[in-house]
Nanobody, 124 residues
Framework: QVQLVESGGGSVQAGGALRLSCATS????????MGWFRQAPGKGREGVAS???????TYAESVKGRFTVSKDNAKNTLYLQMDSLEAEDTAMYYC??????????????????WGQGTQVTVSS
C-alpha cells in the first residue's frame, strides 16, 4: 500500500529555516502531483506548495519567496525548504499525493494519500 512519511519538523526561532522531507513507498513521485499542506490550531487546512509530475510548482501567496518545494524522483522523496520562517508558519505540516497520474496539479486536486504530519513551531 502507498505510504507517505514526513520528517524534519521542529522548533526554530523566527528567521530560521527548516527542511521537511516526505518519503514515499509504492508511489512514484515522477508521475504524480504532490503537495504540502498545513493546519494551525483552530484553523482549517491550507495548501502551502505543490509540484506537478513535470516539476512545475505553485505556492501559497503567504510563502512565496520563502519556501521551495522540490522532489527527487530517484528517491521518491518530496521536500519543502522553509526559509525566513515566521511565527505564522507554526502548524502541523502534511505531505499529500494525488490519485491521478500525469494530471493537473493544484491545491484542490484529488489528493488521496496523506502522511501523518510533522510539527513546525516558530517562536518570535
Amino acid at each position: 500500500q502507498v505510504q507517505l512519511v514526513e520528517s524534519g519538523g521542529g522548533s526554530v526561532q523566527a528567521g530560521g529555516a527548516l527542511r521537511l522531507s516526505c518519503a514515499t513507498s509504492r508511489y512514484p513521485t515522477s508521475i504524480y502531483c504532490m503537495g504540502w499542506f498545513r493546519q494551525a490550531p483552530g484553523k482549517g487546512r491550507e495548501g502551502v506548495a505543490s509540484i506537478a509530475y513535470d516539476g512545475k510548482t505553485t505556492y501559497a501567496e503567504s510563502v512565496k519567496g520563502r519556501f521551495t518545494v522540490s522532489k527527487d524522483n530517484a528517491k521518491n522523496t518530496l521536500y519543502l525548504q522553509m526559509d525566513s520562517l515566521e511565527a505564522e508558519d507554526t502548524a502541523m505540516y502534511y505531505c499529500a499525493g494525488s490519485r491521478r497520474a500525469f494530471y493537473s496539479c493544484y491545491f484542490g486536486a484529488d489528493f488521496a494519500y496523506w502522511g501523518q504530519g510533522t510539527q513546525v513551531t516558530v517562536s518570535s
